[in-house]
């Protein structure tokens, strides 16, 4: 089975729904917490909005709501795809990044979050955000809430300050494989459940075992596909990506030079 593909995603869903597994949304999950064996399928749309799409509408077919979590670039900001995933009953919030695009100016950065924040209140009652990582930016968005409340504009939860990772498990698909979180910069959840994943097959083996946690927040990006050169350009791409990052923490002159590259990215793609 290739994975990455939204045929492996529908085949990873409905294993958990055979398990007994119940989804949830961020919100409901943080609002009201279902009993038994729960999934928070959470998307981050970095990029790629079209494919996001694509997996609401499996998620739909399976009758299975997700959030997710959109950016104001253009690679992720495209309103006809936020208005279809609203209108199959999905959640919809912000993926900040405020204090990176602000150059770390708390005030501009809280202008910049209130103006976004209301964007995207015109899709859909956003009641969640989440952090968008800015791996080659120095400074944490997460800071933003030094001295504000989630509570002051109207939200309940921020995936990486709102849950107790020690009772929830935390699964994301970083680097186009499961256990990629080595890779990351700032959406680093210590792991306390003593499991690591790298295909979705094993996924899929261990809730067939019942191996898997009960309780589990998982990350899936939008870069599942069906589309052979897309699946293959883009496992090219982050395969070259990742190993950039892990020498850029090595090699300040390589660091300036992705990040410069990752500038350049955002604003002509």
């Known amino acids: 089975m290739r994975d990455f593909t939204l045929k ?6 409905e294993s958990f729904q055979r398990a007994g597994y119940q989804f949830q949304t961020f919100e409901e ?12 399928m959470r998307h ?14 499996v998620e739909h077919g399976l009758g299975i709501q997700a959030t997710y979590f959109f950016r104001v670039v253009k690679q992720s900001n495209v309103p006809e795809v936020i208005r279809e995933i609203v209108k199959m009953g999905h959640e919809v919030g912000y993926h900040y990044e405020d204090l990176s695009t602000a150059n770390g100016d708390i ?10 924040l209301a964007y995207f209140r015109q899709y859909y009652p956003v ?32 995936p990486y300050l709102s849950i107790d990772f020690d009772s929830v498990y935390y699964l994301t698909d970083t680097g186009y494989a499961w256990d990629g979180g080595r890779f990351a910069v700032r959406d680093i959840v210590v792991n306390h459940f003593g499991l690591s994943f790298h295909h979705s097959q094993q996924i899929i083996e261990a809730i067939a075992n019942k191996t898997f946690p009960e309780t589990a927040l998982i990350l899936a990006h939008t870069l599942w596909s069906d589309n052979g050169f897309q699946w293959f350009f883009l496992h090219v791409r982050e395969f070259i990506r990742n190993r950039i990052k892990m020498a850029a923490k090595k090699h300040p002159v ?5 990040e410069k590259l990752v500038a350049w990215y955002w604003k002509k793609m």
Not at 107 to 116: G, I, L, P, Q, R
């Open 44 to 57: 981050d749309v970095d990029e790629l909005a079209r494919n996001a799409l694509k997996m609401a509408q």
């Open 254 to 258: 390589l660091a300036k030079c992705y």
């Open 127 to 158: 009641r969640s955000v989440c952090m968008h990582g800015s791996s080659t930016s120095k400074y944490d968005n997460r800071l933003l809430w030094q001295n504000h409340s989630l509570e002051d504009y109207g939200l309940v939860g921020e």
């Open 29 to 40: 999950f943080m609002v009201h917490p279902a009993k038994g064996k729960v999934i928070v």
């Open 8 to 13: 492996t995603y529908r085949t990873l869903l």
């Open 107 to 116: 005030t501009k950065a809280w202008e910049s979050f209130e103006t976004n």
